[in-house]
DNA sequence: GGCCCGATACTCT
DNA sequence: GAGTATCGGGCCC
């Protein structure tokens, strides 16, 4: 019997955000678009857990901007920032409890032309969050979706699982003030491609 | 490759 | 009103 649906299930977004973030590595984006698809590995992610976690959203608690962290895992938590990017995340862990997975970078591998177009050259399509979204179309209406859905057009699908000798993990990017010891955990991953230099 | 800086508008205080 | 989970251009190696 041939599994009928690509998509990673429930399951693997609810379990803790390190382990969801290391194991995203090597999986593959996917979004259908007027019926093409974009896709892409996915190479760089962050975790980010709880109101505890001073770097996290949630922080702030439960606001209308952060609801989305509260629901199911699977769900899709797209902001925006610094006046004119959106950025990506997937909701982890259990229902009520805020943390998720910030998609950092990816390496395209289906549609490229297409993400071309939607960020206006040719290189540096996905090296970035904020590229990310623009590459794949991604912005306010996307808030929200679940990626585990039968009829969703985005969804993760079961990649190469990168292995432990290309994985490096660091502390998170761009948290300017926040404080220790959220600051410094090491909770960015990020693993090389065997065809990128060291 | 690197560093510096301006753009830009949304969220929460 | 302040702060922001960034990017791209200009410049200099």
Not at 21 to 34: F, P, S
Not at 80 to 94: A, D, K, L, P, Q
């Amino acid at each position: 019997m041939r599994i009928l649906m690509p998509h990673l299930p429930r399951a693997f977004f609810a379990r803790p955000t390190l382990i969801v973030a290391r194991e995203l590595l090597g999986q593959c984006l996917v979004k259908v678009d007027r019926r093409r698809r974009l896709a892409g590995i996915i190479t760089e992610v962050e975790a980010y857990i709880g109101e505890e976690d001073l770097a996290c959203h949630a922080r702030a608690g439960r606001t209308r901007r952060t609801e989305v962290m509260y629901w199911q895992p699977g769900r899709l938590y797209v902001y925006f920032t610094y006046g004119m990017h959106w950025m990506m995340n997937i909701v982890t862990e259990r229902k009520g409890f805020p943390a998720a997975v910030l998609v950092r970078g990816i390496f395209p591998t289906e549609g490229i032309e297409g993400m071309r177009q939607r960020r206006g050259r040719s290189t540096h399509l996905t090296d970035g969050p904020a590229k990310i979204a623009q590459a794949f179309g991604i912005d306010k209406q996307c808030n929200g979706i679940d990626l585990c859905a039968r009829d969703s057009t985005l969804w993760i699908e079961r990649g190469t699982p990168a292995p432990n000798s290309s994985v490096v993990t660091g502390p998170r990017v761009g948290l300017g003030s926040t404080p220790e010891p959220w600051l410094s955990k090491p909770w960015n991953f990020s693993m090389k491609l065997s065809n990128e230099p060291a």
